[in-house]
């Protein structure tokens, strides 16, 4: 059955939006700043929960970012009545399990949110409390997000218990917990060896209040760190000469640490090459899994461009997306061909610089004969402006498979693109003659060159649904 313009029109809208979704935090980036980034952001939502509110809750079964995640789910209950029951059961399923994947300060900050807009239907209760009754360590999360726990509970209506609930409401009148970590914030009060059997983010309040040093504080506290808090006091402790701070770098998220390798200075990656270097490749190894090997002859083209400084919500992050998607290519690929807009070579020691002759790096990829090009850029094409998509257009229209010319030579050719470009509430395209798909962490790419097949036009509507309703199935029964 051939797809309506109204087909082609949801199709493209639906897109747009898992885009942005994907790529958009609400934050100032190279070409945007924040105001315009936020008011694009909430009109592309408003209009997705209007029009399309199925696809937009299925979103949440997407690799979309907790930013637009929490967006999504307080929408979806401010909008609870617009839906039948059967269809609220379905947004409550994909809500619990999305939940159950975010960071917790994100949620308590959208329980906080749905607070303060009054949203305080049944459906809404029942997922505060089964989210809180699903905490592996209440006494926990009551010392780390105590504010945000309190407005949990009195949000959802519950009742807590014994020690937890004189812990909320009501600290000071007890002399001793019986459970360990209450017992710790309050002996932290008035004795310094007890703040380091908190968590970092409590103890480092307790540590200004005594007066102790930086370099003291952090060599104690150490063994309470996170593997993130690990990697974000490293350089900061090392200043400090706090020697105990070290991450285990093979054990990060690549992309994040693509991000703390960006952040050396450029004396302290070459020192540190060979580290840096098996760590981003023992990440990128673990990402690729099954699949190492598996893409044949893959050509990447990386943008490192002036415009790959970001901003300063978003330091660097588009060449960090860059340089993590560098080391997962060359893992996935049989042979792969990496071609840095700026010409260099060395990727340990990249930073954000000059124009972004795309065209150019095009041409360069496509000569070398790949199975797979993959462009990873903000889609600003200046040196000289356009030169891209004519590249890609002329490929497409004349080498394409099926042309007496290049006889059976396909290639797949994908835009990943880290930047939400809000005047045109999408990702920014290089050409229509290839597919656009937003990324935000190199960790997504393999699936999200799946989804970008869709924006070529020629999976159409009913396509995107089957397959929004195969990730929505594969997403709860993770949960189940």
């Not at 190492?292 to 990447?300: H, T």
């Not at 960090?320 to 049989?334: E, G, I, N, R």
């Amino acid at each position: 059955m051939s797809e309506t313009f109204a087909d082609l029109i949801a199709c493209e809208d639906a897109l747009m939006f898992v885009n942005a979704a994907i790529t958009s935090t609400g934050q100032r980036e190279f070409h945007h700043d924040a105001g315009g980034q936020r008011l694009s952001l909430e009109f592309l939502h408003s209009y997705m929960l209007e029009n399309y509110r199925e696809v937009y809750a299925a979103a949440l079964a997407l690799d979309v970012n907790d930013h637009n995640a929490a967006m999504i789910i307080r929408n979806l209950l401010v909008r609870a009545g617009d839906v039948d029951a059967e269809r609220r059961r379905l947004e409550g399923r994909l809500i619990a399990r999305r939940l159950d994947l975010m960071p917790q300060q994100r949620v308590y900050r959208l329980f906080r949110d749905l607070r303060r807009l009054k949203v305080n239907n049944r459906r809404t209760r029942a997922i505060i409390r089964d989210w809180l009754a699903g905490r592996t360590d209440p006494a926990f999360d009551a010392v780390k997000y105590r504010n945000g726990v309190k407005t949990a509970i009195r949000h959802a209506h519950i009742e807590p218990g014994g020690e937890l609930r004189t812990f909320l409401f009501a600290p000071s009148r007890v002399k001793a917990y019986e459970t360990p970590i209450f017992e710790q914030w309050r002996r932290a009060h008035y004795e310094k060896a007890a703040l380091y059997e908190l968590p970092y983010t409590v103890a480092e309040g307790f540590a200004a209040k005594h007066g102790i040093a930086r370099e003291d504080f952090l060599e104690r506290i150490a063994p309470r760190l996170t593997r993130l808090e690990r990697l974000r006091l490293q350089e900061s402790a090392r200043a400090a000469k706090a020697g105990a701070v070290a991450a285990d770098l093979t054990a990060m998220p690549l992309t994040r640490l693509a991000s703390y390798v960006l952040s050396l200075p450029l004396d302290d990656r070459a020192a540190r090459r060979a580290e840096l270097t098996e760590a981003l490749r023992t990440a990128a190894r673990r990402v690729a899994g099954a699949a190492r090997g598996s893409w044949g002859r893959v050509a990447a083209v990386l943008d490192d461009s002036y415009s790959a400084t970001g901003s300063g919500h978003k330091r660097r992050r588009p060449l960090a997306v860059a340089l993590a998607a560098h080391y997962l290519l060359d893992a996935l690929a049989k042979e792969y061909t990496p071609l840095w807009t700026s010409g260099r070579s060395d990727e340990l020691l990249l930073y954000p610089f000059g124009p972004t002759p795309l065209g150019e790096r095009i041409i360069d990829a496509l000569e070398s004969g790949p199975e797979r090009l993959l462009i990873v850029s903000d889609g600003w094409d200046n040196a000289p402006p356009g030169l891209a998509a004519d590249v890609l257009r002329i490929w497409r229209t004349r080498l394409d498979p099926g042309h007496r010319y290049a006889p059976g030579r396909r290639v797949l050719i994908a835009h990943l693109n880290p930047v939400y470009d809000a005047e045109d509430f999408n990702v920014r395209r290089l050409s229509p003659a290839v597919p656009t798909a937003g990324i935000r962490n190199a960790e997504d790419l393999p699936t999200l060159v799946e989804l970008a097949r869709f924006a070529e036009g020629r999976v159409g509507l009913a396509g995107l649904r089957a397959h929004l309703d195969d990730r929505t199935a594969r997403f709860l029964k993770e949960r189940a």
